[in-house]
C-alpha cells in the first residue's frame, strides 16, 4: 500500500510538471488503498508539484534570450501583457475552476497560469483543493456505477 500511495504521490506531481495526462489515472491505486488516502496523497502531489512549478516558471521568465524574443515580437509581447492581467485578475479561483473540468490534462494550463502568477501559496492550495475535489467526485462516481450495477 505505501508503495502504491508513492508512485500515486509521484505521479500527481508529474501530472503537473511534466506529463500532459488526466489526474484521474491515480484512482487505479484504489485497488491497493483507501479512496480517501489516494486521493490525499494525490492532492499533496499536485499541490508540490505546483508550488515547484511556480519557481520554475520565475526562473525560466528571468531567462535573457526569452526575455530579448519577448521583448522583439509585438505580438507576443500583447499576449504576455494579456495573459498576465487576465491571471492577476481571475488567479487561483480561476485556476480552481479550471483544474474541475474532468478528464481535462491541465498541464499546459499550469504552466501559464504558474509564469504568470504572483502568490506561490494560492496557487498550490487551488491545485491541491481542486484536484482533492475533482479526485472525489470522479471515485464517487466509479463508486455508485460499480455498486450500482
Given at each position: 500500500m505505501?508503495?502504491?500511495?508513492f508512485?500515486?504521490?509521484?505521479?500527481?506531481?508529474?501530472t503537473?510538471?511534466?506529463?500532459?495526462?488526466?489526474?484521474?489515472?491515480?484512482?487505479?491505486?484504489?485497488?491497493t488503498?483507501?479512496?480517501?488516502a489516494?486521493?490525499t496523497?494525490?492532492?499533496?502531489?499536485?499541490a508540490?508539484?505546483?508550488y515547484?512549478?511556480?519557481?520554475?516558471?520565475?526562473?525560466?521568465?528571468?531567462?535573457?534570450?526569452?526575455?530579448?524574443?519577448?521583448?522583439?515580437?509585438?505580438?507576443?509581447?500583447?499576449?504576455?501583457?494579456?495573459?498576465?492581467?487576465w491571471?492577476?485578475?481571475l488567479?487561483?479561483?480561476a485556476?480552481?475552476f479550471?483544474?474541475?473540468?474532468?478528464?481535462?490534462?491541465?498541464?499546459?494550463?499550469?504552466?501559464?497560469?504558474a509564469?504568470f502568477?504572483?502568490?506561490?501559496?494560492?496557487?498550490?492550495?487551488?491545485?491541491a483543493?481542486?484536484s482533492?475535489?475533482?479526485?472525489?467526485?470522479?471515485?464517487?462516481?466509479?463508486?455508485?456505477i460499480?455498486?450500482r450495477g
Open positions: 505505501a508503495f502504491a500511495l508512485l500515486v504521490f509521484l505521479y500527481a506531481a508529474g503537473v510538471i511534466a506529463l500532459p495526462t488526466p489526474q484521474e489515472l491515480v484512482l487505479g491505486a484504489v485497488a488503498a483507501p479512496g480517501w489516494v486521493i496523497v494525490a492532492a499533496a502531489g499536485r508540490l508539484g505546483a515547484l512549478l511556480f519557481f520554475l516558471g520565475a526562473k525560466v521568465k528571468s531567462w535573457q534570450k526569452l526575455r530579448a524574443w519577448r521583448e522583439k515580437d509585438k505580438r507576443i509581447q500583447r499576449w504576455v501583457i494579456r495573459t498576465e492581467r491571471v492577476n485578475r488567479g487561483a479561483p485556476l480552481f479550471l483544474l474541475l473540468i474532468p478528464g481535462f490534462p491541465d498541464t499546459v494550463v499550469t504552466y501559464v497560469l509564469m502568477n504572483r502568490r506561490p501559496w494560492a496557487f498550490a492550495l487551488a491545485m483543493s481542486a482533492a475535489l475533482r479526485l472525489s467526485l470522479a471515485y464517487l462516481g466509479i463508486f455508485y460499480v455498486n
